[in-house]
């Protein structure tokens, strides 16, 4: 028997279907051995974490709320990987947003929100943009790997943030906890169910930049020379400076963008969900985008959706480290077994594997084909 | 600064130095074998909780080691799983690889937070550590300093001067003509991940037997991702990976010591230090491997390109 290998012409439709629910099947059964192990209900502990996930309605729109972060930072991510820029660096551009949006807020507390909320956000996409621009100058300039420099920048980013919250922000009616003054009526984003008069929990009108840049994002792709040349940089520096694209530009633009919506996401969750900095802000979402960009394969439709899902996730991690007394790091071992598992499945989507019963003397003559698998 | 002082912090440098070489001699030979693994930083954590476990359990330093190493080769074979029987993405493997094992330390860490571990302790070196200068910074360490002597004289053997490493590297600049030379690229390739795990492990294992002695969560501490970039400025040497090791480890040890001797400096700058520098470090060695040598500091050719399968 020899195992032969074959990329896939036609696109496996709904067959791609069951491939993700697989995965998802086969990370999720992982994450219920392992709470098996540490002497907790396997299959109740998922069962306990879906209801908390997706079980009432409240918690439903406690997902939507953490996708906005995510969802925005997954479209900036995507952006770049779409041309093979590995950008990870979402996390500090967040964190840069954050602080922009702050510096902002604190500067002027007595605007009126159409005035401040706007300022603040044009700050945080400024700051994350720019954070997002020094990896990929290093990389045009230099040719300095724009993975480890962009990873390198989240704990330089993080830890200036850190450093303004205990230091010079430091709201000095906190009693010594590290945080900002609260932020002045017009530097909090409102909640949107006071004024549709519908109870509709945590959720704020912050929502409303996911659509905008959801859009964009099509739009530009798919509608735009640069975004069509972005396509056609995919296929790697050499390619695109060979058919004389502005890959230089592109890199700057996407990473610039990159870093905009990043930072955008970072102002959001402090100016609507926390109303003030402060450290707790960073839970992760820029890493979370990662992968959510990756499981959508870049696709914004996908991203939207799988944003909501891994939010979802997240929420009920949260009730099952309250139910069940697990640590919160239970929820990256989902994320990440989420992502291998997926990524072992994509195989799927773009190769068929058929069994060729070979004589004898063929597969003596060409062992190395046999060892594929 | 008086002498003692400098030679305590080049010891502590010294100290600083060993898991990060550990790491970066393993991602050396994945890299070599031309894969890619960005997971480092997961191995090192989940590898530190393994050996300390083990060694928590039985009480043996040398038993927790080989359970740090042997989990690192496991967790990097998972990811030898996914890039070359799934064909996926080597970047992305990676990364889910570090969520995923850093996720998991926690995890199963979690209950034995601040408890305390053997593990190995400082012992002289007969003779040697009566060296002036050299015999403190050197000859006062653990028994896995004195591994990490060792180790980069060991890869550096492996890769130039055995049939072995000829083929890890071959495979690593064209699978294909070591295939037709009559290698294994795939089994080459899997070799090279999980060996290069094995030793990332063991520098994960550093952390929690040598570095604290005691379970905390977050010990890798980005340790992994300095190794990954060290890599790079190490031009894919062992030699220079000593250099850049230490570099580090100079580094951290510094910042501590300031931050214990109580400086002005807030915490949170002296802690960017490391960091901030690994960016520098990738800076110089662009501009380096620009300018001069170009040919000896590139990249394995194949690193990151996936082995295809032919129909």
Same mark, same amino acid.
């Given at each position: 028997m020899n195992i032969s290998i074959r990329r896939r012409e036609i696109p496996l439709g709904w067959g791609a279907l069951v491939v993700y629910l697989g995965a998802l099947a086969l990370a999720l059964g992982v994450c219920a051995v392992l709470l098996t192990l540490s002497g907790k209900p396997g299959l109740g502990g998922l069962v306990i974490l879906f209801r908390g996930a997706f079980g009432q309605g409240y918690s439903l729109l406690d997902g939507l709320v953490k996708a906005i972060p995510i969802f925005l930072c997954s479209l900036g991510v995507a952006l770049s990987f779409r041309m093979q820029i590995w950008n990870i660096g979402a996390e500090g551009q967040f964190a840069l947003g954050a602080v922009g949006a702050t510096a902002v807020a604190l500067a002027l507390p007595g605007l009126p929100w159409p005035v401040l909320l706007p300022l603040m956000f044009l700050a945080a996409m400024a700051a994350g943009g720019l954070w997002g621009l020094i990896p990929a100058g290093l990389r045009l300039g230099l040719g300095v790997n724009e993975i480890i420099s962009s990873l390198m920048l989240n704990y330089v980013g993080i830890l200036f943030l850190e450093y303004l919250v205990f &230091? !010079?922000?430091?709201?000095?009616?906190? %009693? &010594? %906890?590290p945080m900002t003054a609260e932020f002045g009526p017009g530097g909090q984003i409102a909640r949107m169910g006071p004024a549709l008069g519908l109870n509709l929990g945590k959720l704020h009108w912050g929502l409303l930049a996911c659509p905008l840049a959801g859009v964009a994002y099509g739009v530009f792709l798919s509608r735009t020379r640069l975004g069509f040349e972005l396509a056609a940089c995919g296929e790697g520096e050499r390619v695109a400076r060979y058919a004389n694209l502005p890959y230089g530009f592109l890199v700057l633009l996407v990473m610039g963008m990159g870093g905009a919506l990043a930072g955008l996401a970072g102002s959001i969750e402090c100016s609507a969900t926390l109303g003030r900095l402060q450290p707790?802000?960073?839970? &992760?979402y820029g890493y979370t985008a990662i992968v959510v960009a990756w499981l959508a394969r870049l696709k914004p439709w996908p991203i939207a959706f799988t944003s909501f899902l891994l939010a979802s996730l997240r929420v009920g991690v949260e009730v099952l480290e309250l139910k069940?007394?697990?640590? !919160?790091a239970f929820g990256q071992i989902m994320e990440g077994a989420i992502l291998l598992c997926v990524i072992a499945g994509q195989f799927f989507l773009d190769y068929t594997v058929s069994l060729k019963r070979t004589r004898r003397e063929d597969a003596s003559a060409a062992p190395a084909q046999g060892e594929r698998a | 600064m008086s002498p003692e002082l400098i030679v305590a912090l080049l010891a502590a440098a010294v100290h600083a130095a060993a898991p990060i070489l550990f790491a970066t001699l393993g991602e050396i030979l994945s890299e070599k074998a031309g894969v890619l693994n960005l997971g480092v930083e997961g191995v090192m954590a989940l590898s530190a909780f393994a050996a300390f476990f083990v060694c928590h359990a039985t009480g043996s330093a040398p038993l927790g080691l080989l359970a740090g190493g042997l989990a690192g080769a496991l967790l990097c074979g998972l990811h030898s799983l996914v890039c070359q029987v799934f064909l996926g993405n080597q970047v992305v493997s990676g990364l889910a690889l570090a969520i995923f094992g850093v996720g998991l330390s926690d995890y199963l860490g979690t209950p034995y937070v601040g408890q305390a571990t053997e593990g190995f302790r400082q012992f002289a070196v007969p003779l040697l550590s009566q060296l002036p200068v050299l015999g403190p910074v050197l000859f006062r360490q653990d028994a896995m300093v004195y591994l990490a002597y060792a180790a980069p004289v060991a890869v550096w053997f492996l890769l130039n001067r055995t049939s072995l490493g000829l083929g890890l590297r071959a495979t690593g600049e064209m699978p294909a003509a070591a295939a037709a030379a009559g290698l294994n690229p795939q089994r080459l390739r899997a070799f090279g991940v999980m060996a290069g795990g094995f030793l990332c492990g063991v520098g994960g294992a550093y952390l929690s037997?040598?570095?604290?002695?005691l379970w905390t969560t977050g010990l890798s501490g980005g340790r992994g991702w300095v190794a990954v970039a060290l890599v790079i400025f190490a031009f894919w040497r062992p030699g220079r990976a000593v250099l850049g090791a230490l570099l580090f480890g100079g580094v951290m040890a510094f910042q501590l010591r300031l931050q214990a001797a109580g400086t002005n400096v807030p915490s949170s700058l002296l802690l960017m230090l490391p960091y901030a520098l690994t960016v520098l470090a990738l800076v110089f060695s662009a501009s380096r491997s620009r300018s001069s040598a170009r040919k000896a500091a590139a990249a394995p050719a194949a690193l990151g390109v996936n082995i295809e399968p032919e129909d």
């Open positions: &230091g !010079a922000w430091k709201d000095p009616s906190s %009693f &010594g %906890f707790t802000v960073m839970v &992760g069940l007394q697990i640590p !919160a | 037997l040598a570095h604290t002695h």
